[in-house]
T-cell receptor, first 115, second 114 residues
Framework: NAGVTQTPKFRVLKTGQSMTLLCAQD?????MYWYRQDPGMGLRLIHY???????AKGEVPDGYNVSRLKKQNFLLGLESAAPSQTSVYFC??????????????FGPGTRLTVT | AQSVTQLGSHVSVSEGALVLLRCNYS??????LFWYVQYPNQGLQLLLK??????LVKGINGFEAEFKKSETSFHLTKPSAHMSDAAEYFC????????????FGKGTLLTVNP
């Protein structure tokens, strides 16, 4: 099993450009999450999904959109990138809460720089 | 609302010394608690977890943590640090039920000096 994979690993964008980050998981997990990690801030939840076709906002959703068209994939979109979105983005997945006591499984991250 | 506080954003120890990383939580219900480790330029990896039962939990790479309800703490320890333990460590808390939310602390960077 590959677990959780993320594409791309690195990206540099100019302000105003758009891009999509792809997350894929092969563990048949229902729940998927997008976090951003910034120095001294820990991990902050951007959006999450509790199943195919559903999405919901997390703590810091502004400037991002998501889609979950297939159970195994969770896409994070930046429509008009801003320097404040320079960060490391992590995708995670989990079974529905309760089945494995709530831990999440993380991908390797995407390092995004917006200039 | 639950919260997680990690005391010390940076901890430095000598190789062979005791590692102690502190985590305190705030939760209105008995929590599920986790420690994750993040090696440089990698994702987060589960180190250990507390769900129910034994309050002393053993994890990978010789780490362990003890759940102390009276102190609302879940400190991570390792008797003897190794150079390969250098990483960032995150404590996380889940309140259970159907809630999706895993609350993370801000992380503690562990440096191991030769």
């Amino acid at each position: 099993n590959a677990g959780v994979t993320q594409t791309p690993k690195f990206r540099v964008l100019k302000t105003g450009q758009s891009m999509t980050l792809l997350c894929a998981q092969d563990m048949n997990h229902e729940y998927m999450y997008w976090y951003r990690q910034d120095p001294g801030m820990g991990l902050r939840l951007i959006h999450y999904s509790v199943g195919e076709g559903t999405t919901a906002k997390g703590e810091v959703p502004d400037g991002y959109n998501v889609s979950r068209l297939k159970k195994q994939n969770f896409l994070l979109g930046l429509e008009s990138a801003a320097p404040s979105q320079t960060s490391v983005y992590f995708c995670a997945s989990s079974p529905p809460p309760g089945l494995t006591h709530y831990e999440q499984y993380f991908g390797p991250g995407t390092r995004l720089t917006v200039t | 609302a639950q919260s997680v506080t990690q005391l010390g954003s940076h901890v430095s120890v000598s190789e062979g010394a005791l590692v102690l990383l502190r985590c305190n939580y705030s939760s209105s219900v008995p929590p599920y608690l986790f420690w994750y480790v993040q090696y440089p330029n990698q994702g987060l990896q589960l180190l250990l977890k507390y769900t129910t039962g034994a309050t002393l939990v053993k994890g990978i790479n010789g780490f362990e943590a003890e759940f102390k309800k009276s102190e609302t703490s879940f400190h991570l320890t390792k008797p003897s640090a190794h150079m390969s333990d250098a990483a960032e460590y995150f404590c996380a808390c889940h309140s259970g039920g159907s809630n999706y939310k895993l609350t993370f602390g801000k992380g503690t960077l562990l440096t191991v000096n030769p």
